[in-house]
Structures are given as C-alpha cells and as structure tokens.
C-alpha cells in the first residue's frame, strides 16, 4: 500500500501522536509520500523515519500512485487536501489535530485502532459533491471548485445586493452583508453559524443562505443539487469578496457568477464504527445537559 500524507503545522502537545502515527506505518511497511511544505515542517519537528518516504508538491505526481491521503489537521486542512487531490478519486481520511473535526473524525488517542481498520479496510468510501464556480472574468482559473461552500461578502459597511436566478427563473434579490451556497458537508460549516439547515451528506442538495439579511422574512432554502445558479451583485461598493471555502479573492461588482454542481466527488473514508449522526450527537454535544 502507497499513501500520500498532507498536512498543516500543528501544535507540540500532537508531536507524540504524530510521531506515533508514522512509527505504525513503518511497522507496517506502509510506503510515504509526503505533500513537499508538511515534510520540511515534520523534518524539524520529529525524528522521521525518511525510510519509504518520498516528496510531491503537485497534484499529477499523486494522480493514479496512491491508494489513500492521510489530512493530519482540522477540517480546513481537507478543505486544502481537496485541491490536492481534485478529481483524483484518491480517498481522504482525516486525522483531527483541531477542535471540532466533522470531516476530520479522528481523534489523537483514536489513531492506532482507525489505521488497523484501514489496514483491514474495515471502512467504507462516501462521496461528497463539490461546487463550481464559473464567472466572466474568469475567477480561481486553476480549482474552480469547492467541498463546503461559495459566498459573496461586502468588504466595507455598505450591503451587497445578490440577484440570484436558478435555471433561469429570478427567485430574490438578497440585500445582506453576503450570501452563501452551501453543500450537503458545508451545511455543518459556515452555513450552519447563518441559520442555514444540517443536511445529510448523500441527500444531493444545495443551500442558498444569506449572511445577516435586512430583510428578516428572507430564509435559508433548499435546492436540488441540479440546478444552476446565477448571481448578479449590484451595491454602491466597487469591490466585494468571493470565497470558495478557505480561499478568498476580491472581485468587481459587474461579476456575474454561475454556480453548479461540478463534475466529479471527492472521496472520503468512513470508518464502519462511525457515522454522520454519531458525528453530530458527539461535535454539537446533543443531549448533553446538566439538567439530565
């Protein structure tokens, strides 16, 4: 078995349980490459074993070489593992150095017994849609796409008027502080914190929610993941923000935005002890109440 490792910077109280991770993959005689900024950082950190390890740095020299991709960080470490691996269909399982993890499930003290089920491929593969972006200007040219949301923010104190359009048909003009399209697995991201709904991550939908509406009749909707989205901007502000997950750029208020569902999944490993809604009980802590 050949697995690729991406990863960001983590603190030093996780050294031990990363230290230990690559020790059960020695044992294992598990082969390495390691994304090429988080080998410098292991480099200096830990003692690495550099045995059966290599270096990418691009997403075509793991294209068709690995069989999985470990994310050693918190969610948004796979938010940047997806434009790692883009339409690769390389599996991504995440190890949670962070605080809340629902796509990044396991935990420090976890590590041992979730590798030995992926050993015994005691795991299943679930597939997660992503958006894409297309614009008349040409935006994010190199990974138009996203895993967890698109949004549309002002950047000063004067709101911003989206005219969104779907397949066509003109459904509202949101006067707002921005407005979000959201996927199934970003309906527990940014989505959920504006009042949008937590959607199963196979239910093929999408979410449309604006971000602190003035008009407060405006609500969250649910859209099927087949349709195509249109956003007009209009506002007295020169410039706005577009944000595909983590990466942000400024763009002009004359852009004109599609949005639809883009042409491939990414895959994520699920472990057979674990599911979506255990994830939810155990990340919103329902139930958990002094009271009971």
């Known amino acids: 078995m050949k697995v690729a490792i991406f990863g960001r910077n983590f ?4 050294k031990e349980y990363v230290k230990k991770f690559f020790d059960i993959l020695h044992n294992n005689n598990i082969e390495i490459t390691i994304y090429e900024k988080f080998y410098d950082f292991l480099k200096r950190e830990i003692d690495l074993n550099t ?6 740095s691009k997403h075509l020299e793991i294209k068709n070489n690995v069989d999985l991709l470990f994310s050693i960080g918190g969610d948004g470490t796979i938010l940047d593992a997806t434009t790692v691996v883009r339409d690769s269909n390389i599996p991504i399982v995440g190890i949670n150095t962070g ?7 396991i935990a420090k003290d976890e590590i041992e017994s979730a590798l030995n089920s992926i050993f015994s491929r005691e795991y299943t593969i679930e597939e997660r849609t992503l958006l894409k972006l297309e614009s008349s200007s040409g935006l994010f040219k190199e990974f138009p796409y996203s895993l967890n949301e698109i949004s549309v923010q002002k950047v000063d104190s004067a709101m911003i008027t989206v005219h969104v359009y779907i397949d066509g048909e003109f459904l509202n003009s949101y006067w707002a502080d921005g407005l979000l399209v959201s996927t199934p697995t970003g309906s527990t991201a940014y989505s959920l914190s504006v009042g949008g709904p937590i959607i199963v991550p196979q239910s093929e939908n999408f979410i449309i929610a604006p971000i602190s509406p003035h008009n407060l009749t405006v609500r969250p909707i649910v859209l099927p993941d087949t349709s195509k989205l249109q956003l007009k901007l209009e506002g007295r502000s020169l410039n706005y923000l577009a944000s595909l997950d983590h990466r942000s750029v400024m763009i002009k208020n004359t852009e004109e935005i599609t949005i639809s569902k883009a042409e491939f999944k990414i895959q994520l490993i699920k472990l057979n002890n674990t599911s979506f809604y255990k994830t939810l009980r155990n990340k919103l802590m329902w139930g958990v109440d002094k009271r009971n």
């Open 11 to 14: 603190d030093k109280g996780f």
């Open 51 to 56: 045995d059966l390890v290599s270096v990418f």
């Open 99 to 105: 605080k809340l993890g629902f796509l990044a499930s």
